[in-house]
């Protein structure tokens, strides 16, 4: 089980490497989703059940958008903490150490996640949430998971069209830290993970 747990983490590691490593973007993405749908159908570590997986044809995705990719600055933000209880993670403490301004989103706090190693945490619950994705919001960033699209002197790579939707998503066996106040906009963020008609269950 711990070891199908980490060939989950290395492959999707992996993923977002060849992604930040593609020449073109949309190129990079399309390796990603591709290899996405391929964990998502046979790796032991799917957040679908066994029945719902062999239903399984493909995560539905609006296409590219190029204009949906920034090299976002990060930005001074007062500091906080969040205590965020899931199921299998227990409490996961989240500090806010900064935030980005995307063009006609806004700014969206961007989150330290502070157990060990730590991470960047950049979830989004945008103006789709509860109709075309799911209702809880999406993440963007989550590099203690692997999902980093890179970026340097100060900016993060922040492409929307990454926007991929949390285990709790798929599943309600699940739980996961969800987007807070101060990232959640009434903006649609027409890019990314789809919900499919009915949801996943």
Request: proline share 9%; glycine share 14%.
């Amino acid at each position: 089980m711990r070891l199908d747990l980490l060939d989950w983490r290395r492959r999707v590691s992996a993923l977002y490497a060849a992604a930040r490593a593609a020449g073109d973007p949309e190129r990079g993405w399309r390796t990603w989703r591709d290899g996405r749908d391929e964990l998502f159908a046979s790796h032991p570590q799917s957040p679908f059940e066994d029945d719902a997986r062999s239903r399984f044809s493909g995560l539905p995705f609006v296409p590219y958008d190029p204009a949906l990719r920034f090299a976002a600055a990060v930005l001074p933000a007062d500091p906080a903490r969040l205590e965020v209880p899931t199921a299998a993670d227990g409490v996961v403490p989240l500090e806010r150490f900064g935030a980005v301004e995307l063009d006609g989103f806004g700014r969206l706090d961007l989150w330290w996640v502070a157990g060990y190693g730590g991470g960047v945490f950049l979830p989004l619950r945008d103006g789709t949430a509860g109709a075309t994705t799911y209702g809880g919001g999406r993440y963007l960033l989550d590099t203690i998971k692997g999902a980093d699209l890179g970026g340097d002197g100060g900016r993060l790579v922040v492409d929307l069209n990454f926007a991929y939707h949390p285990s709790c998503g798929y599943d309600p066996r699940w739980t996961c830290p969800l987007a807070p106040e101060g990232n959640r906009v009434t903006t649609p963020a027409a890019a990314g993970e789809q919900l499919p008609p009915g949801g996943w269950y």
